[in-house]
């Protein structure tokens, strides 16, 4: 199994999941919910699909247009990748690192973020890009919006897996007011509809030992980019 160090990590799928949570869905705003716990049974199918995809894309810290080094790194999968560099923000069909197409998506990543949209009430979601996002602790993802997708119509699903975060989850100006969200490893956030532009971001991750994933934290965010 992934590990972000050398501890021996066990394979417990439904590791830190309180059995009193999973399975509610929480509204976080009129178009956006909170899923817990509903990657927890795709994890099986999941996780090796998700080394698969890191063996030929690995994660890489990419540098921002303004010249800073992000704490998370990342990497992509699907018809389109996201990725940062001095030149700006953008989707592309290959992976910079490798010159490669980005891996296919897996199947098991579709069918769970469309079983997520569904669930959400977003019907008929395709996604085309899923960003693969690695946090160690310390690392944080500040206050942005996610608007270089062509398909501003399509909902954000986003996975939480590993270590506990807390997700923000703010208006349409960067300074409004945001609720703080802890997410859990198997919860989904969809967001869309009215509330596609809402600005979010994810707080310093805290030390940890997750009992599936060690160290870290990975968040998959499936996406209409093309
Ligand atoms: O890691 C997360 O939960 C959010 C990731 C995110 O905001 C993004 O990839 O745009």
């Known amino acids: 199994m992934m590990r972000s160090n050398d501890t021996p990590v066990t394979l417990d799928l439904f590791a830190d999941q309180a059995p009193t949570t999973s ?30 995809v890191l063996q030929a894309a690995p994660f890489r810290q990419m540098v921002t247009p ?8 990342l990497t992509s ?22 010159g490669q197409p980005w891996p296919e998506m897996p199947g ?16 008929g979601f395709e996604p085309d890009a899923c960003l693969i ?34 997700f923000q989850f703010g208006g349409f100006e960067r300074g409004d007011k945001c609720q703080r969200i802890a997410l859990l490893h198997g919860d ?5 509809g009215v509330d596609r532009l809402r600005y979010h971001g994810v707080l310093a991750l805290k030390e ?6 060690g160290a870290q934290r990975i968040n998959l965010t499936f996406r209409t980019a093309g």
Not at 66 to 73: I, K, L, Y
Not at 82 to 94: K, L, V
Not at 188 to 192: A, C, D, N, R, S
Request: a positive charge; one cysteine or more; glycine letters at 10%.
């Open 66 to 73: 303004g010249g800073f080094t992000m704490s998370v790194a």
């Open 188 to 192: 989904i956030v969809v967001w869309g």
């Open 23 to 52: 399975g509610r869905i929480e509204p976080i705003g009129q178009q956006s919910f909170v899923l817990r716990g509903f990657a927890l049974p795709w994890l099986e199918r999941l996780l090796p699909a998700l080394e698969k």
């Open 133 to 166: 996002n690695r946090y160690v602790p310390g690392a944080r993802m500040s206050l942005h919006q996610d608007k270089d997708e062509r398909a501003l119509d399509a909902p954000i699903v986003s996975v939480s897996l590993g270590l506990p975060a807390v």
């Open 208 to 213: 940890g030992l997750h009992p599936a994933l």
């Open 108 to 123: 098991v990543f579709r069918e769970l973020a469309q079983a997520a949209a569904r669930h959400a009430r977003f019907e």
């Open 77 to 98: 999968c699907g018809a389109l990748g996201w990725t940062t560099d001095r030149r700006g923000y953008r989707y592309t069909a290959h992976d910079p690192q490798s």
